[in-house]
């Protein structure tokens, strides 16, 4: 069923002696994965904050306009 094909753990990393090309693939592989994560919840984290933000003066804005009558 699962059958290695490496003999040792050195010659697993070495990827037979294509190491650079497939480790290489894999840290831009992590790389994206980890900004497409970070990015938009970030991007999600600026949005509420400016949405509060408008809600507060929104509020604001009608609470002197009802007060002011």
Do not use: C, D, H
């Not at 994965?33 to 400016?50: G, M």
Request: net charge positive; no cysteine; hydrophobic share 50%.
């Amino acid at each position: 069923m699962f059958e290695i094909q490496f003999a040792s753990l050195g010659e697993f990393f070495s990827m037979g002696n294509y190491a650079f090309n497939v480790w290489s693939v894999y840290a831009l592989f992590a790389l994206f994965f980890v900004i497409n994560i970070y990015f938009p919840l970030v991007r999600r984290k600026q949005i509420l904050k400016e949405q509060k933000r408008r809600l507060l003066l929104n509020a604001e804005a009608e609470e002197s306009r009802t007060g002011s009558s």
